[in-house]
């Protein structure tokens, strides 16, 4: 009798310090939880989405090539000193020095800032989709959140009814009022509940850790607050089409690359014609007297460009 009291001793000595150390973590090392509303996750997304940062950047390119096509090309230094016929190095020759500016044909720099105007909107129509996007996906993950996690709880509280349903049939079978047959059934119809809500479960974990890859917070607690936002759809075909025309993001994106496209190939087309190079310099002799003799000149010429 005195080994089974010291034996039950322990083992109450070790379930209590076992149970305080499971504790301990729950209440001293919660993980923080992150709070999101709709509006809040959306706005985090904007905020830390790379692709939706990489069009920004490619916003601020066309921008940055529109100014360069509205430029001139600088103006060229030359010096050039020609030696004059002798057996070693002499100071005696010919030396010629000015400035030179290519000038582009008519209607080249004017196509050119067309075209980067209309790469400018390109890159807008662009920057638009991506933010569509990221924000449908968002939202997406969002609802997918709640749905997992309100399915949830309705089979968690299903499988409550039917916990309290096994335990009154085992009362009623065991009072003779019901059959061995209704006692199993209702503990198979538990058992299938509660792997129902395993792997609902399951599918509300995986719902949170895609909305938390979207968020670009892998790994972290969340925890949201709102309701499904579930929108009809039109059920008219060309309702659907005249919208997708006039405000789908991929249509307009397409337009304005066709746009910039045409703006580009006239652009390249008048860059085939001839540049002209304007130059004003000054030519300087130096002849065996040591005298020097200076001429001004002046001169125009015609390149044809590279196509």
């Given at each position: ?18 149970h ?24 985090h ?101 709640l749905l ?5 709880e309705?089979?968690r509280?299903?499988t ?5 349903a ?16 209704d ?38 607690a ?7 936002d ?11 089409l ?15 690359r ?9 652009a390249?087309?008048h ?23 200076s ?13």
């Amino acid at each position: 009798m005195r080994s089974i009291m010291i034996g039950s001793a322990l083992l109450l000595g070790c379930l209590a310090p076992a149970h305080a150390i499971a504790a301990d973590p729950v209440t001293a090392g919660e993980r923080s939880v992150m709070v999101f509303t709709r509006e809040q996750a959306v706005t985090h997304a904007l905020a830390n989405n790379p692709e939706l940062l990489a069009a920004k950047q490619r916003v601020k390119a066309s921008r940055a090539r529109r100014l360069q096509a509205d430029g001139f090309e600088s103006p060229t230094a030359f010096w050039e000193f020609e030696e004059a016929d002798g057996g070693g190095p002499s100071r005696f020759g010919n030396q010629v020095y000015g400035v030179e500016q290519s000038v582009e044909w008519f209607g080249v720099r004017r196509a050119r800032k067309q075209a980067a105007d209309l790469g400018i909107n390109a890159a807008d129509a662009e920057l638009e989709r991506v933010r569509l996007r990221v924000t449908a996906q968002t939202q997406k993950a969002f609802d997918r959140t709640l749905l997992a996690d309100q399915t949830v709880e309705l089979v968690r509280q299903v499988t409550g009814f039917m916990t309290e349903a096994v335990e009154l049939s085992r009362v009623r079978f065991k009072s003779g009022t019901g059959s061995y047959v209704d006692l199993l059934r209702t503990r198979i119809a538990h058992q299938r509940l509660q792997t129902e809500l395993r792997e609902v479960e399951v599918a509300a974990w995986e719902a949170q850790r895609r909305l938390a890859v979207v968020l670009g917070l892998e790994g972290a607690a969340l925890s949201l607050r709102g309701e499904l936002d579930v929108q009809p759809l039109p059920q008219d075909r060309k309702l659907w089409l005249s919208q997708i025309e006039k405000h789908g993001p991929t249509f307009v994106l397409l337009k304005r690359r066709a746009e910039q496209a045409d703006k580009v190939y006239a652009a390249v087309r008048h860059g085939r014609a001839p540049e002209l190079t304007l130059g004003v310099g000054r030519q300087r002799l130096f002849d065996g007297a040591k005298r020097t003799r200076s001429m001004p000149r002046y001169g125009m010429a015609a390149r044809q460009s590279s196509p």
